[in-house]
C-alpha cells in the first residue's frame, strides 16, 4: 500500500527570491531549497507519487535535497505525521540531564537512547527503569550524545512503540551514526535489527543472554515478546548469522535442528577454541551485539528480570567484546535491556552492579 506524502504543515515555509526556506521554530532549524526543486515536488507529490519512486528519479540533485528534507521531517508520510505528534523523544523527568538533537552529519557518533518499557510485565524485576539507571549510575554515559528517552503512550504496544524505535534509528543511521539502546524488555531489540537490516543486511547479531529467547513451538500468530524475539527475526528476515554467548536456560523452546537450519550458533564463550570461532566467523563482517545482564552470573548483576546461576564473569565478557571488536569489520549498534538495579536502605546499590554498567558501556562504545 502506498503512504501519501506531503509537506509537514507545523514547518513554516518562506519564498525568497529563487529560495524556499523551511522554518522549524520547535528546534530552530532552517532549510533551504531552490524554488525550481520545490516547484518539482510539490507537482510530483499532487500526481501521488510514492517515496521510493521518488528516490529512484535518477537524479543525483534532487535525491541530495529529498534526503535533507526527509531527515528533517519536512517531507513526511502519513504515518511519519502521526509518529511525531505522539512526542517521539523526551527528557527524563527524573534527572537534570542535557538532551541532544539527532546528530545531522557523518561523524559516527554514538547516540544513547533509552527504551523503557516493559511489555512483559515481571514485575519486581521490572526493566522499565533501565534507562533511568543506567544514567543515573553511569558517569561513561557522559561521553555519548544522549539524545532521550521515546516516549511510551498509553495506547502503546509493542508494535507501536517499535515504529518510534525503528524511526528514531533510521534518522541516527541516515547520517552513518551509531546508537546504543538501553531497554527496556528485550523485544525492543527486534525493531533495532529490523532497522539495522536496511542499512546491513549482511549483519551478524552477536546476543549476550541467559536465554535463546527462541520459541519454535509457538504459533506464528504469537506476537512479539522479549522471549521470542529471535524467532521472530529468522522467521521473517534472512539473516546471516546469529551467534549466542552465555546461553544455559533450562528448558529449550525449539526443535532439534533448528539452530543449525537457522544459523544459529551457541558459544560458552569460555574456551579459546570458541573465541576462534567467533574471530572466523566475525572476521570482516559487521556486526550488532544485544546484550541482556542476565548473562552475568547473579553474583555479579543480580538485578535482572530473569537471573540463572552459571553466568559469565566480567573478564570473559570484556575478552569477547574486545574480540568482537577488533576482528570484526565495524561495530554498527548495540543495546542494553532487561536490567535494574537494587538499593539498600541507605540508598546505596548492592554489589558492584553500577561498576560493571558504567565498565560495559565504555567497552561498547569506546
Known sequence: ?????????????????????????????????????????????????????????????LVKFLETLFFYDILITLEESRLLESQLL???????????????KKINEWCLFGAPVDFAMDPPRSPLHGPFMLRALCKNTRFLRDIGDI???????????????????????????RALMVGGDHSVTYHSIKEHLKKYPDLILVQFDAHSDINDFESKKTPLNHANFITKLVSEFSMERIIQIGVRER????????????????????????????SDIIKNKNIYITFDMDVFDPVIFPHVTTPLLGGLEFSTVKKIIKLLKSESKHLIGCDIVEFTCGFDAQGNYFNNEAGVLNELVSELTK
Open 251 to 278: 528448558k529449550c523452546y525449539y526443535r532439534e535442528g533448528y539452530l543449525e537450519d537457522n544459523k544459529i550458533i551457541q558459544i560458552s564463550g569460555i574456551q579459546e577454541r570458541e573465541l576462534d570461532r567467533i
Open 1 to 61: 500500500m502506498q503512504e501519501d506524502i506531503f509537506f509537514n504543515p507545523v514547518i513554516e515555509q518562506k519564498i525568497e527570491g529563487d529560495v524556499v526556506l523551511f522554518i522549524n521554530n520547535v528546534n530552530n532549524i532552517t532549510v533551504k531549497i531552490p524554488l525550481r526543486v520545490y516547484k518539482i515536488l510539490k507537482r510530483a507529490l499532487l500526481e501521488g507519487v510514492s517515496k521510493k519512486q521518488l528516490f529512484f528519479t535518477g537524479s543525483f540533485y
Open 151 to 177: 516516549h511510551l503512550s498509553s495506547v502503546d504496544n509493542i508494535d507501536k512503540f517499535g515504529l518510534k524505535v525503528s524511526y528514531v534509528l533510521s534518522k541516527i543511521l541516515a547520517k552513518k551514526n
Open 90 to 104: 523526551k527528557k527524563s523527568s527524573r534527572l537534570d540531564i542535557e538532551i541532544n538533537s539527532i546528530p545531522d
